[in-house]
């Protein structure tokens, strides 16, 4: 039986400090895990929205050996298109730390949304829970590639990772992790920027079934806001 979503609102007068607070909360969580079990398991998001944290995160005091990396979802593009949420992270950040490479677990979304998602279940059967998952969401209440009018994967027997077709935006193969193995983790953060995104959260908070609130871990999630003004 799905839970239902316990969220925590922070609002942040700049970007920049939802970049500061939101580093701040990945090196606690970072720092928590390795000394409960010497590793650190943490589930990235795609999109612009993350790629300014990751190059703070480079300057991290940590033990990165302990890092495994895992990605929320994919774009079923060749692995050296700019456009692949994998492709970024890379070059904002991870080439630039000493995380082991056999760390970094990719999704093989170049070999078409039904392998990629299969071979990624096959990756995530080592992983019980997640330690920490980063989150955007879309102006149309999107978060990962979970899209209105597609299966977001919430029940517990629904696929790990989920084959996307026809998304609403380009391109329109996609994989990405169901709502259920997303909602496996100790921490869920969202990080929402800009007053585009103000119609999305309204609709989020006045309770409209939105992929984002399909996401709903046993702690409840933090959402990181900027931009945005919340009514009452």
């Avoid at 998001?45 to 994919?74: I, K």
């Amino acid at each position: 039986m799905t839970n239902p979503q316990l969220c925590r609102w922070f609002l942040f007068p700049s970007v920049q400090a939802l970049q500061a607070e939101a580093a701040a909360m990945i090196a606690r969580a970072a720092e928590q895990a390795i000394a409960r079990s010497e590793a650190f398991r943490i589930v990235l998001s795609g999109g612009g929205t993350p790629r300014p944290l990751y190059e703070q995160l480079r300057g991290l005091t940590t033990h990165w050996n302990a890092w495994h990396v895992y990605f929320s979802d994919e774009r079923c593009v060749p692995a050296d298109d700019p456009e692949r949420n994998s492709f970024m992270a890379e070059r904002a950040w991870l080439a630039h730390v000493p995380i082991p490479r056999r760390q970094i677990h990719t999704i093989p979304a170049e070999r078409g949304a039904k392998a990629a998602a299969a071979a990624y279940v096959d990756t995530l059967r080592q992983v019980a829970q997640f330690d920490l998952v980063l989150l955007g969401l879309g102006e149309d209440g999107h978060t990962a590639s979970l899209f209105r009018g597609h299966d977001w994967g919430r029940k517990d027997s629904s696929p790990a990772a989920l084959p996307v077709f026809e998304a609403p935006k380009p391109p329109p193969e996609r994989v990405s992790l169901s709502a259920w193995r997303l909602s496996r983790a100790k921490q869920v953060m969202f990080l929402v920027e800009g007053e585009n995104k103000r119609e999305a959260v309204m609709n989020w908070r006045a309770g409209a079934n939105i992929p984002a609130r399909a996401i709903t871990p046993r702690h409840g999630v933090d959402v990181l806001a900027e931009g945005i003004v919340l009514e009452e």
